[in-house]
Structures are given as C-alpha cells and as structure tokens.
C-alpha cells in the first residue's frame, strides 16, 4: 500500500499562502507514486471531509472544487514522489485538516474514490 505524509500545514492570517506537500512512498497494486492519480480533501471540524482538488498521474490534468477554484494548485514531481497544494487567498472558510489521497481508479473526488489516506495536516486562517 502507497503511505502518505503531509506537511506544510500552520497558522496563516486571512489573505496570506501556504503549501502543503505531501509525500509517497511503497506500491499499490503494482503502481507507484508515478502511475496513480492523487487528490487533497480537507475536513473542518463538525463536517464531513470534501473534494479539494485532483490531478493525473501525468500532471497534465487538473481539477478543483469551486469553493478554491482560482486560489489554490494542485501540482506533483513526480520524481520526488511529491504532491503539492499551493494555497493562496486564504480565507477563514479554508480552516481545516487537509489529506492526500490515493485514486483506486480515475481521479478521486469523493472519499469512496480514495485508496489511501495521509495522516493530515492543519491549516487554521485567522481572520
């Protein structure tokens, strides 16, 4: 199974940026980091984890929820077994644990889609 691990998560006031990273390693189904489609959700306290954003394991493809459309990026080296979400214009509403995820087939948008978790990490935007 891929293991996933996040980091980049803090205190950021409201307006400011941050960048998670989360990182892969092992295999899954004979793929690896480089062959599997990955995502990022986020859960805020008292409600059920959603859809932040998605990419091909090409790097070619993206996809977003609205509520971070045009604010934040999905992006992956794929050389460093790396994902990426960089976030700008942060708003208060972008308050909570944010996971990496594994695709088990096409692109992960809901939590049913998902192969693996990472542990998470918190991101709190002080308004």
């Known amino acids: 199974q891929v293991q996933l691990v996040e980091s980049g998560g803090g205190l950021v006031q409201a307006g400011g940026s941050l960048r998670l990273s989360c990182v892969a390693s092992g295999r899954t189904s004979g793929r690896t980091f480089s062959n599997i489609n990955m995502g990022w959700f986020r859960q805020a306290p008292g409600k059920e984890r959603e859809f932040v954003a998605a990419i091909t394991w090409t790097g070619i493809s993206t996809y977003y929820a609205d509520s971070v459309k045009g604010r934040f990026t999905i992006s992956r080296d794929n050389a460093k077994n790396t994902l990426y979400l960089q976030m700008n214009s942060l708003k208060s509403e972008d308050t909570a644990v944010y996971y990496c995820?594994?695709?088990?087939?096409?692109?992960?948008?809901?939590?049913?889609?998902?192969?693996?978790w990472g542990q998470g990490t918190q991101v709190t935007v002080s308004s």
């Open positions: 995820a594994t695709a088990i087939a096409g692109l992960p948008r809901r939590s049913s889609d998902v192969g693996s």
